[in-house]
């Protein structure tokens, strides 16, 4: 079956930090620009972050430039986001996809709180 999922969601305080991880099955991140997005209570989903494997260029939002780094594990199959100095704004599901920025996969979600 072709599908990601992620894991790594959890409740933090501002200034924390989490590593989010989305593992890939059926196909490998290697062949395909992929990235994270969120989507906020009341609001519409978003680009976080995107990697293109082939080139390695690199996305981030205006909002998370300088505190979230995406990476990748090719040999593992998995997709990262490090995500550092949490700030209540940043609290939303975060979603992996295949293809960014415009997906065609997605994973279920994983939910990222962040406390003040």
């Known amino acids: 079956e072709v599908q990601v999922v992620e894991s790594g969601g959890d409740l933090v305080q501002t200034g924390g930090s989490l590593r989010l991880s989305c593992t890939s099955s059926?196909?490998?991140?290697?062949?395909?620009?992929s990235g994270w997005f969120r989507q906020a209570p009341g609001k519409e989903r978003e680009g976080v972050s995107c990697?293109?494997?082939?080139?390695?260029?690199?996305y981030y939002a205006d909002s998370v430039k300088g505190r979230f780094t995406i990476s990748s594990n090719n040999a593992k199959n998995t997709l990262y986001l490090q995500m550092n100095n949490l700030k209540p704004e940043d609290t939303a599901v975060y979603y992996c996809?295949?293809?960014?920025?415009?997906?065609?996969?997605w994973g279920q979600g994983t939910q990222v709180t962040v406390s003040s």
């Open positions: 990697i293109s494997t082939v080139d390695g260029n690199t």
């Open positions: 059926g196909f490998t991140f290697d062949d395909y620009a």
């Open positions: 996809a295949r293809g960014c920025p415009e997906p065609d996969l």
